[in-house]
């Protein structure tokens, strides 16, 4: 069910829920997120609750989180990912907007059988990072 847990845990960023988003996260410092905003990563679960504790109190709403491409899915017993592309509608005062993004999430089952995430990695690709264009012909 991590699919499900991620599932879950967009829907509670769409609510602000600060309490349920932060309960998605395992509760270790070495707990890793890449975001999409303005910084490039985020360690620990206390930076992290921060972060989503100043989100909730921010100007910026998201309306809808949606699977793009994917989502997919690998489960082992005690380890699962989650990834695929999303389509996020942002709100920000009186401007709606999407915006597209790759997500990728790391889960670990916790001592109460429940998904975890351990890692997430969500990102805008570069327009040309190196100079040349795409080099897929």
């Not at 890449?34 to 709403?61: H, Q």
């Not at 999303?86 to 790759?102: C, D, L, Y």
Request: hydrophobic share 40%; charged share 20%; proline share 4%.
């Amino acid at each position: 069910m991590p699919l499900a847990t991620i599932n879950t845990f967009y829907q509670a960023i769409i609510d602000k829920n600060v309490t349920e988003i932060c309960r998605a996260y395992v509760q270790s410092e070495s707990t890793y997120v890449v975001l999409e905003g303005p910084r490039y990563t985020t360690l620990g679960y206390a930076n992290i609750a921060k972060g989503w504790a100043d989100f909730c109190d921010s100007a910026l709403s998201l309306k809808k989180i949606e699977w793009f491409e994917g989502p997919f899915e690998e489960v082992g017993s005690d380890m699962a990912w989650v990834g695929g592309q999303i389509v996020m509608t942002v709100v920000v005062k009186e401007s709606e907007f999407s915006v597209q993004f790759r997500a990728t999430f790391v889960l670990i089952k916790n001592a109460e059988d429940r998904w975890q995430i351990k890692h997430e990695h969500v990102s805008g690709p570069l327009a040309d990072p190196y100079g040349i264009g795409d080099w897929l012909k």
